[in-house]
């Protein structure tokens, strides 16, 4: 009885960390940003122009950058240059290992919502009997699919607890099993490794 009140509670730990983290993270890394912006620009504006300085100009500033940033990141012009700016950072030996940490897991995160993912699924994978979670990103097409019995499906089985990386497996449809679960909580299933199981939907 005491060994399974203690499982209980180590489990319900571990869940509230992986809730709070990224919680706080965001805080953390906003709050930084904002007091960075504010200092910047609200000292600058205060001392150099106190008639047009407004309390909260640096957080104005941040929103705009920002705003700037995806702006410029959505067109081609803008990925390129985001390219061109990640291949510098990975030359830079600490800063490329920190960078690519940091990207992994804001990737990991942002792949939650993606519409490439149609739905969740569950497939014997890597044998027969031991089942996974995978990705359905459509229909095999070509020669995948003339070369295969059956209409076969495009499945992604992400790696745990980083998402962002795994196989492309294409699986006879009579063979997949669909969960009711979205995409959101597949993912967070993954991520978590496990630990953060989304409830069964009542039929």
Known sequence: ????????????????????????????????????????????ASSHFPEFYIPGLGIIALLIFIFLIGLLTANFVGKKLLDLWERLLKKVPVVSSIYSALKQIVDSFSMQGSGNFSRVVLIEYPRKGVHTIGFVTGASKGEVQDKTKGKALNVFVPTTPNPTAGFLLFVPEADIISLDMKVEDGMKMIISCGIITPPEKKK
């Open 1 to 44: 009885m005491i060994t399974k009140i203690k499982g209980h509670i180590k489990r319900y730990l571990i869940t509230g960390v992986l809730v709070i983290t990224p919680i706080w993270g965001t805080y953390l890394i906003f709050k930084t940003l904002l007091t960075s912006m504010e200092n910047l620009l609200g000292d600058y």
